[in-house]
């Protein structure tokens, strides 16, 4: 059973958004009296980011994908029970670290976003394993 590991694309727009809050943060630690409690939080809460963002794979063998994310996102899915996998760049909270994702549609009404650095090697393989599923490209606007 051979198993293929696809790292999520980490997007600009996430590197945009963590140093838009982070950065001040940090700065102004350097220039304000700041508690060791608050520098303390502030390095952990910067270190589970940058964590979960780097940690964040998926992972295809014979008969199923595994979406992790972190720690705690966890989620095997059966690849004979994806019905089709859509383009998207949705903003909705996903263990995908970027926009430009993919929404992958399982069982009757679920579905996850993610966000594989190699796009379409990734739908190619999973199409490999289970034919039957339908790829929709984003329209382009």
């Given at each position: 059973?051979?198993?293929?590991?696809?790292?999520?694309?980490?997007?600009?727009?996430?590197?945009?958004?963590?140093?838009v809050?982070?950065?001040?943060?940090?700065?102004?630690?350097?220039?304000?009296?700041?508690?060791?409690y608050?520098?303390?939080?502030?390095?952990?809460?910067?270190?589970?980011v940058?964590?979960?963002?780097?940690?964040?794979?998926?992972?295809?063998?014979?008969?199923?994908?595994?979406?992790?994310?972190?720690?705690?996102?966890?989620?095997?899915?059966?690849?004979?029970s994806?019905?089709k996998?859509?383009?998207?760049?949705?903003?909705?909270?996903?263990?995908?670290?970027?926009?430009?994702r993919?929404?992958?549609?399982?069982?009757?009404?679920?579905?996850?976003?993610?966000?594989?650095?190699?796009k379409k090697?990734?739908?190619?393989?999973?199409?490999k394993?289970?034919?039957?599923?339908?790829?929709?490209?984003?329209?382009?606007?």
């Amino acid at each position: 059973m051979d198993k293929t590991v696809y790292k999520s694309r980490v997007g600009w727009e996430t590197a945009l958004i963590l140093a838009v809050l982070l950065v001040p943060q940090i700065v102004l630690a350097f220039f304000e009296p700041v508690s060791i409690y608050g520098m303390l939080v502030l390095i952990v809460v910067t270190l589970w980011v940058v964590f979960t963002l780097f940690k964040t794979m998926y992972t295809v063998d014979d008969e199923s994908l595994n979406v992790k994310s972190g720690v705690f996102y966890n989620k095997t899915i059966r690849i004979k029970s994806i019905r089709k996998i859509a383009e998207t760049r949705s903003p909705l909270s996903a263990p995908a670290a970027s926009l430009d994702r993919l929404e992958v549609y399982f069982n009757r009404f679920d579905s996850v976003m993610i966000s594989p650095k190699e796009k379409k090697a990734f739908v190619n393989h999973l199409q490999k394993i289970n034919p039957d599923i339908e790829f929709v490209p984003r329209k382009k606007s």
